[in-house]
């Protein structure tokens, strides 16, 4: 019986690895480039080198709904506090294949801000489940014949030099196989023992030289520019789903006792980014988007938080409630849906790891607030000369058409904050 098995597994293996050894890898990058050298419209690179040139590009973005080409990414604003850690999930496509959609699932939680006291903290102790559907458009590359030449020739230099490579490692392999011995693998069928090293071996050989490939033609492009515009657009579809979500004690008026509210603060989301590289004048990222937001009338600072001392003297009676509580508010409590609109655009110069961004968002209805922020980001780039980790100093400006009347003391609509975004793991092919 285990020698059935063993023959069993050799003919499956040998079955699986029909066809697969250095020289089919080898012509399969060949016809890749092929692919792209036939390809009109000014195509410069491979799909798949496509998708690592654009990982760098929109690496140059801080915020929870941006697009990242990473497996994970992490996300916080100092202002309202906000922390979020994201997934992306990807099937993967076929040996040179675009990306055409990202699935990412994370949450998002509340920690100390600088907006503890700025507007009262809006967030208070909430967690909730974030899921982004993200739709990629095609990429269009606009080159001139010199351009395509050019890369034509780099990107076949680079596929002899990986076909030099492949040769190498492989007869480095077979030399070591042939020493495989049953002494080796406690006596068991050689055969298939090698069939099994050998379907490994090129499974990941295969994937490293196809990743080399994309990834050293990706780098061609970013060093030597030779295209004069590329565009990409990809349209965001984000759900926030609270866990957690905080309680607020909230009385109409003196007299009234105070009684619990709960919050539920749904958000769903639309957005639209464009990014526009110019080999000569820079990157240029323009956001338009809308949301609808399950919004009640603490967040929207409907209500006025009330000093314990003050509701005392206006002869207050519910004090039990008050000495149990951190903080309570005054006023009628509404739970309502908030409709907004918001457009962001993002400028980095050529060669630039310094940029300047605006941003503004219009709320419409019961909270009709106009907010604008405008921020410096800084990229920071590891030791590969590519992003590691984004940060944005910015100036927001709440209310601006000073709609709220509760705040109290000067400054209050203006503040100081940072956001920042850290891709990490695996590139997303």
Known sequence: MPRVFFVVLFFLIVYRCAGQNGDSIAAEIRLINREVVNQTGGAVISNRAMNVFLADKTGYLAGSDVLSFF?????????DGI?????????????????????????????????????????????????????????????????????NALRAGLVHTLESAIEKETAGFNTALNRVAAADINGANVDSARALIQNNFYADLKEKYQALFATQQAELL??????????????????????????????????????????????????????????????????LGGS???????????????????????????????????????????????????????????????????????????????????????????SKKTPAVTFECYVAFFDMGHVVTNLQGRGKRTTVGIAAGIPFSRLMY
């Open 71 to 79: 497996t994970n990414y992490v996300t916080f604003n100092s202002t």
């Open 83 to 151: 922390f979020t850690v994201n997934h992306n999930f990807q099937t993967p496509g076929g040996r040179d294949e675009p990306l055409k959609n990202l699935l990412s699932v994370g949450f998002n939680a509340n920690v100390n801000s600088i907006g503890a006291g700025f507007l009262d903290r809006r967030f208070d102790d909430e967690l909730g489940l974030t899921i982004n559907y993200k739709w990629l458009a095609k990429v269009k590359t606009k080159s001139d014949a010199y351009q395509q030449q050019f890369m």
């Open 222 to 287: 970013t060093k030597t520019a030779y295209f004069k515009t590329i565009n990409f657009g990809y349209t965001s579809f984000t759900a926030t789903i609270p866990i957690i979500a905080p309680t607020y004690t909230v009385a109409p008026a003196i007299p009234a006792a105070f009684t619990q509210k709960h919050s539920y603060p749904i958000q769903l989301m639309l957005a639209h980014t464009r990014l526009w590289e110019g080999s000569h004048w820079g990157r240029l990222f323009v956001t």
């Open 292 to 382: 609808l937001l399950l919004n009640n009338s603490k967040l929207s600072y409907g209500v006025a938080k009330i000093n314990p001392a003050a509701y005392t003297n206006m002869g207050g009676t519910d004090t039990l409630t008050l000495a149990k509580k951190e903080k309570v508010y005054m006023g009628r409590y509404q739970t309502f849906i908030t409709p907004a609109i918001l457009g962001r655009i993002v400028y980095y110069p050529t060669n630039s790891h310094v940029g300047f961004s605006v941003m503004a968002e219009q709320h419409i209805g019961k909270d009709n607030l106009l907010n604008a922020r405008v921020g410096v980001p800084i990229v920071l780039i590891n």
